[in-house]
């Protein structure tokens, strides 16, 4: 077995442990960084994305995943260049204003980053005002939008509706997601698309930057 293949492994299985010493390991031996990180960490967290999409793997399996892999990161990020890891893109997330539910917005969090994407976390009850200023400073070509209340989902269109105001509504596309949230409601309120879980969004995301 190769030393990405163990190494993707033991960010599979949540080995922290394991996976700072696979990487210290690399590191010490020449490996290129940017191919740990690649062929190594997010080949892993890729895998872990695809069983939790299919039900193989559970929300506290993903975060001790997510968690392995973002130690192995941290030890080779001081090798990097500024500018050496190549973002897919920028993209703001946060729960709409109201709301204070946050584990299936960090969960999408974790899965982009992993997937190689800028991630700017607004955290919750965030209004439409600070999400269109958040856009604009860091030139996010995405949106994510978070709700778990049913009464809180008007917020997403009106979220929507000040980014049309703002003349910025062409430059980003807008995804939503949450426990109430559906396709129906997406195309009603004019969002871009919807993702019912980490892996569907990130695969989105993919979809609509390609």
Known sequence: ????????????????YKVTELT????????????????GLIAGMNVVGQRFKVGDMFVPEVLMSARAMGAG?????????????????????GTVKGDLHDIGKNLVGMMLESSGYKVIDMGVDT???????????HKAQILG??????????????????LREEGIRNNVRVLIGGAPISQT??????ADGFASDAASATELVGRLLA
Do not use: R
């Open 1 to 16: 077995m190769s030393n990405f293949e163990e190494l993707s492994k033991a960010v599979i299985a949540g080995q922290e």
């Open 24 to 39: 210290k390991f690399a590191i010490q031996e020449g490996v290129e960084p940017l191919s740990i990180i690649n062929d």
């Open 127 to 137: 209004s439409p005002e600070e999400f269109v200023a958040a856009i604009k400073e």
């Open 185 to 190: 409601f997406a195309d009603e309120i004019g």
């Open 73 to 93: 990161v941290e030890l080779v990020k001081p090798l990097l260049l500024d500018g050496e890891v190549p973002s897919k893109g920028t993209i703001v997330l």
């Open 145 to 162: 939008l978070s709700a778990l209340l049913t009464t809180t989902m008007l917020s997403m269109k009106e979220t929507i509706e000040v």
